[in-house]
């Protein structure tokens, strides 16, 4: 599939075969996802919206749908995907289709579902129909609209009200080699009750450099005083398209914090949407972007504050090495009922290199008149004082220099509150830096 025509043809034979191509409803909304999708093609930078991020690279290769083979993954690549010292249940997909042998469902009280969307469309067909596709828009986002009109695997959570999850639940999604450009849509439904609480971790991961596009999307429902931690670990291919959108919608008094962190991949577009829909809710969306090479990583926020006395907090940052081009656009926008809102939004940049790049659009939209809102960006290089304080005390130029960007990034680390979890991401970003030659594997000097 190349062209929009080519998907519309796609369309046709997948929607054969696909699961629960028979419920009314579902097949209605996967037709009218991708007749959207052909009103609206792929975005140019002629849209606002992704004016900094040139889809045309997605929209010239030619993809093939993921078949439904099985791939066999070893326990020694399972576990380089894994959080030492945690347990907890793990819901694995291994290109883009649920791999139950790698699966580890544990520790899940009563009524607690969670399972693959295809076997939910089986036996879960009232929850989807009642949530599936209620939030995420996909009549206004071209790739939404793809998303939508090929959902076919992914997971589906539902935690009751009054349920608090002890462990986290891991969403893992591995890319393995394939022969030819291939497609994958993961969708995700996470419905919590009212005061629930959960951890739950989005991982996309890649044991080869295939060229390959994820293509995902996540809608989670969050009741009234309900807690979501959400952490996005984003670690595709160098050769690989991840687009990836996780829309929220907040009942009152409710929290959510969203971690996400960006490594991999060569075009990335990661949107994150909040709606913060009940009085008295709060968000905090947290980022950590690290790119080089001639990465291109794209962060679009869309925080939206729909009832009064709603907190939100946004902090995102980047370092970007080589040639590579990073884009911050975040937009909080206050409806007119939405009084007594406090919102805040920064984003702060590292350039590492002359010919790295960073656009940061930072924008407010006020409708009501008695908020407090600000936003602030920055972009620098690392602090050369700092380096030289360092060096006097006889550390190498290296080293200091990995020690200054460590720092940088661990007040978003520190945001991870399940230790197993920030372990794990830390040693993804000190291996950024190995592999970023920022410093030698023998001088590492940041435990």
């Known amino acids: 599939m190349k062209d929009i025509e080519g998907y519309f043809e796609g369309f046709v034979e997948f929607e054969k075969n696909a699961p629960g191509n028979?419920?009314?409803?579902?097949?209605?909304?996967?037709?009218?996802?991708?007749?959207?999708?052909?009103?609206?093609?792929?975005?140019t930078t002629g849209d606002e919206d992704w004016r900094f991020?040139?889809?045309?690279?997605?929209?010239?290769?030619?993809?093939?749908?993921?078949?439904?083979?099985?791939?066999?993954?070893?326990?020694?690549?399972?576990?380089?995907?894994?959080?030492?010292?945690?347990?907890?249940?793990?819901?694995?997909?291994?290109?883009?289709?649920?791999?139950?042998?790698?699966?580890n469902l544990i520790h899940l009280p009563d009524n607690v579902k969670i399972l693959s969307l295809t076997r939910a469309i089986e036996y879960e067909n009232g929850l989807l129909e009642e949530h599936l596709s209620r939030y995420a828009d996909y009549k206004k986002d071209a790739f939404l609209a793809l998303n939508t009109a090929f959902l076919e695997d992914g997971a589906l959570v539902y935690i009751p009200s009054g349920t608090v999850l002890k462990e986290p639940i891991q969403i893992l999604y591995i890319s393995t080699e394939v022969d030819a450009p291939t497609l994958y849509h993961p969708r995700n439904?996470?419905?919590?009750?009212?005061?629930?609480?959960?951890?739950?971790?989005?991982?996309?991961?890649?044991?080869?450099?295939?060229?390959?596009?994820?293509?995902?999307?996540?809608?989670?429902?969050?009741?009234?005083?309900?807690?979501?931690?959400?952490?996005?670990?984003?670690?595709?291919s160098k050769r690989a398209f991840n687009i990836s959108t996780l829309r929220i919608q907040q009942g009152r008094s409710s929290s959510v914090t969203s971690n996400s962190i960006l490594l991999g991949g060569a075009l990335v577009r990661n949107n994150v949407h909040p709606v913060l829909a009940g009085e008295g809710s709060e968000c905090f969306i947290n980022g950590l972007f690290m790119s080089t090479g001639r990465q291109h990583?794209?962060?679009?926020m869309r925080v939206e504050h729909a009832s009064p006395h709603c907190d939100s907090r946004q902090l995102y940052k980047g370092i970007l090495?080589?040639?590579?081009?990073?884009?911050?656009?975040?937009?909080?926008i206050v409806h007119k009922d939405a009084q007594k809102t406090d919102a805040k939004q920064t984003n702060r940049n590292l350039l590492l290199s002359d010919q790295a790049q960073i656009d940061t659009k930072p924008q407010l939209e006020i409708y009501a008149d008695d908020v407090k809102c600000t936003h602030g960006a920055t972009?620098?290089?690392?602090d050369e004082n700092a380096i030289f304080y360092?060096?006097?005390?006889?550390?190498?130029?290296?080293?200091a220099r990995a020690l200054l960007l460590f720092a940088f990034t661990s007040e978003i680390l520190e945001r991870v509150k399940v230790e197993p979890i920030r372990n794990y991401l830390e040693g993804l970003v000190k291996?950024?830096?190995?592999?970023?030659?920022?410093?030698?594997?023998?001088e590492i000097e940041i435990e």
Request: charged share 25%.
């Open 321 to 332: 090495d080589g040639r590579s081009r990073g884009v911050f656009h975040g937009r909080i």
């Open 297 to 300: 990583m794209d962060n679009y």
């Open 53 to 103: 991020t040139n889809t045309a690279p997605i929209a010239r290769t030619s993809f093939q749908l993921s078949d439904n083979g099985h791939v066999r993954i070893s326990q020694n690549e399972l576990k380089s995907l894994t959080f030492l010292g945690l347990e907890y249940t793990r819901l694995v997909f291994v290109n883009g289709r649920y791999s139950e042998e790698n699966s």
């Open 22 to 43: 028979d419920i009314t409803w579902l097949k209605e909304l996967r037709q009218e996802a991708i007749t959207r999708f052909a009103e609206l093609g792929f975005p």
């Open 379 to 382: 972009i620098g290089q690392l």
């Open 431 to 442: 291996n950024w830096f190995i592999q970023g030659k920022v410093i030698e594997k023998t």
């Open 189 to 236: 439904l996470i419905v919590m009750g009212d005061n629930c609480e959960a951890v739950i971790v989005e991982h996309y991961a890649a044991l080869s450099d295939s060229l390959y596009f994820s293509n995902a999307a996540t809608e989670a429902v969050v009741g009234r005083n309900s807690v979501l931690r959400h952490y996005l670990i984003e670690c595709e």
């Open 390 to 399: 360092l060096r006097s005390r006889g550390i190498s130029l290296e080293s």
